[in-house]
């Protein structure tokens, strides 16, 4: 979605930029409604895949670096419970993209499954091959035989043709079954990124692969990750210090 105006302004010069050098800096604080509480936190996630499959919308609210500073000096940051829904709301986004991994994962295997497929399916073409040999034999020989009037064998030569047509289309089906399924064609080795979910290419050029790890969606997920790990020792230690403070 498109920033509006307005929204641009105070994404690039802050929600005070109609405020002069000399004035007083209109009432906004950082503990108001329309402040993001993630920003102040660290990030707003929302900035992190925009134009990317894993965008997850605009952030409606402030992001300002100048009231981040103004949380990180007060007396009050930490005991806001900011953090922990900041770490809850990533967790939330990490668990998506696990379920992500999770399902590239089933489709690698599966994909594995219909390359062994694949290897029958040329055994296939070969014996679809053979039957369609037999049948351009004989016919020859039904014809053969109606012209000398030995209807009844000529009969069951047909229907030994017939039967034959049947085995070839049965066989004919599961081929193009198949070859339809587009990842069956996926010649290459695939594996998917722990960290974001796409799949790459095993022993892909150096540059692909680095183009991979600088991209949007995988800086976005690593960062998260760490974060979340950052955020989790935080706690562990405020959780430490308040039990020692305590006892
Ligand atoms: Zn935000
Ligand atoms: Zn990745």
């Known amino acids: 979605m498109a920033l509006t105006p307005a929204q641009l302004l105070d994404e690039l010069m802050g929600p005070n930029r109609n405020a002069l050098p000399n004035e007083a800096k209109s009432e906004l604080h950082w503990s108001d409604d329309n402040v993001c509480k993630r920003f102040l936190c660290g990030f707003c996630p929302s900035q992190l895949f925009t134009n990317t499959r894993s965008d997850l919308g605009p952030c409606e609210k402030i992001h300002d670096e100048n009231l981040r500073q103004l949380y990180k000096k007060s007396k009050r940051n930490g005991k806001m419970q900011y953090e922990e829904d900041f770490l809850r709301y990533l967790q939330s986004i990490m668990a998506d993209v696990e379920r992500r991994i999770r399902r590239g994962h089933q489709r690698l295997s599966l994909n594995a499954k219909t390359k062994e497929n694949k290897d029958i399916s040329q055994e296939d073409e070969e014996k679809v091959m053979e039957i369609s040999r037999d049948i351009n034999a004989l016919i020859p020989q039904v014809e053969e035989l109606g012209s000398e009037g030995r209807v009844d064998e000529a009969q069951a030569l047909t229907e030994q043709i017939d039967k034959l047509k049947e085995q070839?289309?049965?066989?004919?089906?599961?081929?193009?079954?198949?070859?339809?399924?587009?990842?069956?064609?996926?010649?290459?080795?695939?594996?998917?990124?722990?960290?974001?979910g796409a799949f790459l290419i095993v022993g892909d050029a150096q540059s692909r692969v680095d183009d991979h790890l600088m991209g949007k969606q995988h800086m976005g997920y690593a960062k998260i990750k760490l974060t979340i790990e950052e955020l989790l020792v935080i706690f562990v230690h405020h959780f430490l210090f308040m039990c020692m403070y305590y006892w």
């Open 168 to 196: 070839r289309e049965r066989i004919q089906a599961v081929v193009i079954s198949i070859i339809k399924d587009p990842m069956s064609n996926q010649d290459k080795q695939m594996e998917v990124c722990e960290t974001c």
